[in-house]
Nanobody, 128 residues
Framework: QVQLVESGGGLVQAGGSLRLSCAASGGTFSRYAMGWFRQVPGKQRELVTGISTGGTTKYADSVKGRFTISRDNAKNMVNLQMNSLKPEDTAVYYC??????????????????????WGQGTQVTVSS
């Protein structure tokens, strides 16, 4: 039903920037809370950032001040601007959507199980 397609990953040197995009189709994008997760081999997938239907945001401590999530409901897009990249940011980044009805437009899901749809992932590699 809902399809998510990430783009923008690649190889960048430490200190550089990348902008990831996630295009959604097949649903009502404005009603979905959105999140970005990342995963490296041998480690759990972790929430990088999330944005509620109302536009409130949450960031992992490791990326605060460096990453910015935004959504454009008119374009059915969510973006992740990544600045001052570090080697430890290297991971596969996944876009996810939560279609669940919530009581507040400020709610941001934080667990993998709360998200219903996932993109295919895009590789981000940061070299030293």
């Amino acid at each position: 039903q809902v399809q998510l397609v990430e783009s923008g990953g690649g190889l960048v040197q430490a200190g550089g920037s990348l902008r990831l995009s996630c295009a959604a189709s097949g649903g009502t994008f404005s009603r979905y809370a959105m999140g970005w997760f990342r995963q490296v081999p041998g480690k759990q997938r972790e929430l990088v950032t999330g944005i509620s239907t109302g536009g409130t945001t949450k960031y992992a401590d490791s990326v605060k001040g460096r990453f910015t999530i935004s959504r454009d409901n008119a374009k059915n897009m969510v973006n992740l601007q990544m600045n001052s990249l570090k080697p430890e940011d290297t991971a596969v980044y996944y876009c996810a959507a939560d279609r669940s009805l919530t009581l507040t437009r400020l709610y941001i899901p934080t667990r993998e199980s709360e998200y219903d749809y996932w993109g295919q992932g895009t590789q981000v590699t940061v070299s030293s």
